[in-house]
C-alpha cells in the first residue's frame, strides 16, 4: 500500500496570510507514461463532507478559489492556501489515486490565529 | 445539479448487518463509478470499494472485502453498500462519491453524499 504522510498535523495562520501544506508518499505517484501525478487535496469542513480542491497534483477543480494551489512531482507535495480567509478553517487531505488501494494522508487542521 | 444523497443513520447491535443507500442525481450514472469511503470519529479518510455505474463490476479494499457488499441498481440510479459481522470499531460516518475520471478505477472523487452515521453499540 502507498502511505500518504501529512505535515504538519495543525496549523495556525493569521488571516491574509499563507498556510502550506505538506505531503509525502511512500512510493512515486508519477505516472511516466502520461507525466500526471496521481495526487489530490480535500477540504473537510466540520460536519460535512470532503470537498475535492486539486488533482493531478496541480490542476484546480472548478468553482474552487485561485488562493489554493497544488505543487509537486514524484512523492513530496505541497498544497498552499493564499491569503487565508476565515472560511478556509478546515481539515485538508491529500489523496493518491496512482495504486489501489486509494490511500490519504491523515490529514492537517488549519486554524486561524 | 450533480449530486449523491445518502440514507440516514443507523444504530446496529455488534454482529448486525447494515445497508446504506446513495442515490444519484443530475448525471448518467452509468457513466461513473460510485466509491465508499468511512471515517470512525475523529480520524481520517479510508477506502472501502468501488462498483461500477455501468456493470456493477466491484473491487473491495482487501481488509472489507469479506464483510462488504457493493450493488448498484441503474433503473433508480442508486448505490448501496451492505455491511456485515459490524463491530464497535465500524462505527463511522460512510460516505459514497463519485469517480471524477469517468471509467477509470483509479480515481479522485468530484462529488460526495453527504454521510451516513453508523453506530454500532450494545
Known amino acids: 500500500d502507498i502511505v500518504m504522510t501529512q505535515s504538519p498535523e495543525s496549523l495556525v495562520v493569521s488571516l491574509g496570510e499563507r498556510a502550506t501544506i505538506h505531503c509525502k508518499s511512500s512510493?512515486?505517484?508519477?505516472?511516466?507514461?502520461?507525466?500526471?501525478?496521481?495526487l489530490s487535496w480535500y477540504q473537510q469542513k466540520r460536519g460535512q463532507p470532503p470537498r475535492l480542491l486539486i488533482y493531478?497534483?496541480?490542476t484546480r477543480e472548478s468553482g474552487v478559489p485561485d488562493r489554493f494551489s497544488g505543487s509537486g512531482s514524484g512523492t513530496d507535495f505541497t498544497l498552499t492556501i493564499s491569503n487565508l480567509q476565515a472560511e478556509d478553517v478546515a481539515v485538508y487531505y491529500c489523496?493518491?489515486?496512482?495504486?489501489?488501494?486509494?490511500?490519504f494522508g491523515g490529514g492537517t487542521k488549519v486554524e486561524i490565529k | 445539479q450533480v449530486q449523491l444523497v445518502q440514507s440516514g443513520p443507523e444504530v446496529k447491535k455488534p454482529g448486525a448487518s447494515v445497508k446504506v443507500s446513495c442515490k444519484a442525481s443530475g448525471y448518467n450514472f452509468g457513466d461513473y463509478g460510485i466509491y465508499w469511503v468511512r471515517q470512525a470519529p475523529g480520524q481520517g479518510l479510508e477506502w472501502m470499494g468501488w462498483i461500477s455505474g455501468y456493470n456493477g463490476n466491484t473491487k473491495y479494499e482487501e481488509k472489507f472485502q469479506d464483510r462488504v457488499i457493493l450493488t448498484r441498481d441503474r433503473s433508480t440510479t442508486s448505490a448501496y453498500m451492505e455491511f456485515g459481522g459490524l463491530r464497535s470499531d465500524d462505527t463511522a460516518v460512510y460516505f459514497c462519491?463519485?469517480?471524477?475520471?469517468?471509467?477509470?478505477?483509479?480515481?479522485?472523487?468530484?462529488?460526495w453524499g453527504q454521510g451516513t452515521q453508523v453506530t454500532v453499540s450494545s
Open positions: 493531478w497534483a496541480s
Open positions: 512510493q512515486s505517484v508519477l505516472y511516466n507514461s502520461n507525466n500526471k501525478n496521481y
Open positions: 489523496q493518491q489515486y496512482f495504486n489501489l488501494p486509494l490511500t
Open positions: 462519491a463519485r469517480g471524477k475520471n469517468m471509467a477509470e478505477l483509479r480515481n479522485t472523487f468530484d462529488v
